[in-house]
């Protein structure tokens, strides 16, 4: 698709008249160019304004909605203060209020962060065009010019973090967790099941959306309640890690040994207010009893740091002794030096000191070369991303941001329900065991490694998938916010969901009448949703109704159930309209059956299977086992045809026979079950039949080779 294509499907309609005229601009580039006198140097500095002008239109556009998202912020946050030094009743309903009015800020933070990267896009395609097309070079005389107005640095987290916290407020998550004291953040021991995702640029602000609905943003060492107290610099992270000129850590975390460390040395922010920490991961092999990821680690400062490294005793807390022996041990008998620091900007997303469930995502991912030279880390590299001052063989700029999930699973943690969706959606492609340091260091050092990640091949692949579901942030035709494609009508919902449960308690006090009202004012909350929900109603939902949205069966276009975890109970009047709807609703209501009685009345959701790529290598040796026997009957048939007698003959010409059959039947199983595991199949993957059969064969030729030999 052309981009002018491109950027005409996403415009944003209210915004339309903000965005770059690019169609105006390439008409403008070919008229001029193919005129009679050719592209002239008055054409040059008509169309150098008139980039100027639009870069001026689109900068002076996001200054303004930055600045009326800030304005709303600060209403909301001066109305927080004022319901929470005097709480009554009415409180309660502006807090509600607040939360929706956050939430409408939310969306615009997310159509301006698609509005200024598509404009930034549009405004390089141009300039690529038109150095393309003419003998002049607007590049070098227009970047400086873009970067007076940064279009591409216009930072969207502070806005983000600032709504997060206050939305903590407006809905009480800030009460201390029960866990609190056992997973404090000082804590220098983390075990956690880890999982990681690629984020494509374009839905950046929307995942941080989704997940700041959920859980709140945490900035390391930082009060998010405090605007003046934070700044865009707290999200950056620099990491040094430490490897040898064999890159010996390298190999070892890339082929997952048992025992595989990787040292690093970790700071936030710019270094100069924050402590450094010496971090360590070991890696476990699934064999053994202690089978998780471990990070350990232990705070040290700046001008402390060399002199560890060289072997001088750590002087710390003795709870941090055991620790930093094993990395200063490490680190002389491997003879560790700093080879590569990873940069990024994290936000975190967690409830203040539980880290049962712990998500992070990581933009502006940049790799650099460490020269390890004079000292422990390069003086001349800061935070300020590009770093434009570096060589492009020292940097590595990786164009996707990564997400990644850590939960406690050893403390019965599992996955919540929404991040689950998020991470089977279009707006994540999941990479499992990425690595950032074994990225960087594939790349950067490429001469001096043998061997690479299998996630090379991804990087050429276009993870921007097509929405297909309507999970996410969205807009009505009415250009109304929409979440998960319903609307955000919270207050409402929130007084009609107290009505339900009034009513409800009551019909149990009534005893006879409770199925009747419970059953009615669920049919009434249904119905109070939107038409969108209200016909997933009808074709899903029986007599029996979970109010709770994320426990409703949906159906997407094509009739596939998406969440079903709640039985549902057919209706009579669905059965009276018959067609295609009724009969697969009852279909499927006879399989969830099924499967509870299967499970003692347990449901099982239907959730996306995931395959790792050993599963397709496993199918593919197997297919080679097969052929190899092939290969090795075939020669000896070939050997019994051109050296034997006529009784020879024969028996080469059975084992050639035998061997085609086996060639063909090892052919179809290994189609056969590539397409069970690409289609996620639940079936048995081994072969009953085929060895039987192959040895029947394989012994009745034997027989009739003796009986052409001796029988005669």
């Not at 024969?650 to 290994?670: D, E, N, Q, T, W």
């Amino acid at each position: 698709m052309k981009f002018g294509d491109h950027l005409n499907e996403r415009v944003f309609s209210p915004w339309r008249h903000y965005y770059v005229q690019y169609d105006y601009l390439k008409h403008e580039l070919k008229r001029r160019q193919l005129s009679e006198f050719g592209w002239t140097g008055e054409d040059e500095e008509e169309f150098a304004h008139i980039l100027e002008t639009e870069l001026d239109k689109v900068y002076d556009f996001v200054t303004a909605k930055l600045a009326e998202v800030e304005a709303r912020i600060n209403y909301c946050e001066k109305t927080l203060r004022i319901t929470t030094s005097s709480p009554t009743t009415a409180s309660t309903s502006q807090r509600q209020m607040v939360d929706d009015t956050l939430t409408e800020a939310l969306f615009d933070v997310n159509d301006l962060a698609k509005f200024t990267r598509l404009n930034h896009t549009a405004f390089l395609k141009i300039i690529k065009k038109h150095d393309k097309w003419t003998d002049y070079r607007l590049h070098e005389n227009f970047v400086p010019k873009m970067r007076e107005n940064p279009l591409d640095k216009q930072r969207f987290d502070v806005p983000i973090v600032y709504i997060s916290a206050l939305h903590d407020i407006c809905r009480g998550t800030r009460t201390p967790s029960p866990y609190a004291q056992d997973n404090n953040e000082d804590d220098g021991v983390f075990q956690r099941a880890t999982a990681k995702y690629w984020v494509h640029p374009d839905n950046v602000t929307e995942v941080k959306a989704i997940l700041m609905l959920h859980l709140p943003v945490y900035i390391f060492g930082k009060d998010t309640t405090t605007k003046m107290d934070i700044k865009e610099t707290d999200s950056a992270i620099s990491s040094v890690y430490m490897d040898n000129p064999q890159f010996e850590l390298y190999e070892g975390r890339l082929q997952r040994d048992q025992g595989a460390e990787a040292i690093r040395i970790r700071w936030y922010g710019d270094m100069k207010s924050n402590p450094l920490f010496i971090e360590r991961k070991t890696h476990h092999a699934p064999w053994t009893d202690d089978f998780r990821s471990l990070k350990e680690r232990f705070p040290l400062n700046v001008d402390e740091v060399p002199a560890y490294l060289a072997g001088t005793p750590y002087k710390g807390k003795q709870q941090n002794m055991f620790v930093a022996n094993g990395v200063q041990d490490s680190i002389k008998n491997k003879n560790l030096k700093s080879t590569l620091r990873v940069f990024y900007n994290r936000t975190a997303f967690q409830i203040p000191k539980d880290q049962r469930v712990r998500v992070s995502l990581d933009t502006d991912l940049t790799f650099i070369k460490e020269n390890n030279k004079s000292y422990w880390r390069r003086p001349d590299v800061g935070v300020d991303y590009p770093f434009p001052y570096l060589e492009e063989d020292e940097v590595l700029r990786f164009p996707y941001a990564v997400l990644e999930t850590k939960v406690q699973t050893h403390l019965g943690q599992a996955m919540p329900d929404w991040l689950s969706r998020l991470v089977e959606s279009h707006l994540v492609h999941e990479v499992p065991r990425f690595s950032k340091y074994l990225h960087g260091a594939s790349i950067l050092y490429k001469d001096k490694i043998p061997l690479l990640p299998w996630w090379h091949s991804e990087l050429a692949a276009d993870i921007l998938k097509p929405r297909d579901t309507e999970f996410g942030l969205s807009r009505s035709a009415s250009f109304k916010p929409l979440m998960d494609g319903q609307y955000l009508f919270k207050s409402a919902m929130a007084t009609e969901h107290k009505r339900i449960r009034v009513a409800s308690m009551r019909g149990k006090q009534d005893g006879s009448t409770s199925d009747s009202s419970s059953s009615t004012d669920k049919r009434t909350l249904i119905s109070s949703w939107s038409p969108q929900k209200q016909k997933y109603h009808q074709i899903t939902l029986g007599q029996s109704v979970d109010t709770d949205d994320h426990n409703v069966n949906n159906i997407n276009k094509k009739g596939r159930a998406l969440v079903p975890q709640s039985t549902t109970v057919i209706n009579t009047a669905s059965r009276k309209r018959g067609g295609f709807i009724a009969k697969w609703q009852e279909q499927f209501q006879q399989h969830v059956m099924k499967q509870n009685s299967a499970t003692n009345g347990g449901v099982i959701p239907l959730r996306k299977v995931k395959v790792e790529p050993k599963v397709f290598f496993a199918n593919e040796r197997t297919f080679i086992s097969w052929l190899q026997f092939c290969g090795l009957l075939l020669m000896v048939a070939l050997n019994l045809l051109n050296f034997g007698d006529g009784a020879a003959k024969i028996a080469g010409s059975i084992f050639i026979c035998i061997a085609a059959l086996v060639a063909l039947y090892a052919l179809y199983r290994f189609e056969k079950r590539a397409w069970m595991i690409n289609r996620r199949i639940a079936g048995r993957y081994d072969d009953l039949w085929g060895p039987i059969v192959l040895c029947i064969l394989l012994v009745g030729a034997l027989i009739v080779n003796f009986y052409l030999q001796f029988g005669r």
